[in-house]
């Protein structure tokens, strides 16, 4: 199992970053997958993720309407766009999958909101 996080920098309040994981080595369309974030001193929470059946989708309130999970089972890759963003979603963003009860991250991007 490999992912592999793309699309984070620098960016200033306000702004946008649309981050990307790219999934490999197992069965992409019938895992739910999910994004967490852990931001320095802070526990690893999770920032939204997807299901399967239906595409249905859930999200931590603190990012409720500025952030959008999305996937494409096609390309095996699952989306983040992030809008609005604040100083308090700097974070390194990691994309999670357990299967068959072990959790698989990726190595994570920085993403950093600043003026």
């Known amino acids: 199992v490999q992912l592999v996080e793309s699309g984070g920098g620098l960016v200033q309040p306000g702004g946008s970053l649309t981050l990307s994981c790219a999934a490999s080595?197992?069965?992409?369309?019938?895992?739910?997958m999910s994004w967490y974030r852990q931001a320095p001193g802070k526990v690893r929470e999770l920032v939204a993720r997807?299901?399967?059946?239906?595409?249905?989708?859930e999200y931590a309130n603190s990012v409720k309407g500025r952030f959008t999970i999305s996937r494409n089972n096609a390309r095996n890759a699952v989306s983040l766009q992030m809008k609005d963003l604040k100083p308090e979603d700097t974070a390194v963003y990691y994309c999670?999958?357990?299967?068959?009860?072990?959790?698989?991250w990726g190595q994570g991007t920085q993403v950093t909101v600043s003026s």
């Open positions: 999670y999958v357990s299967i068959r009860g072990s959790d698989c």
């Open positions: 080595g197992f069965f992409f369309s019938s895992y739910g």
């Open positions: 997807i299901f399967t059946v239906g595409g249905s989708v």
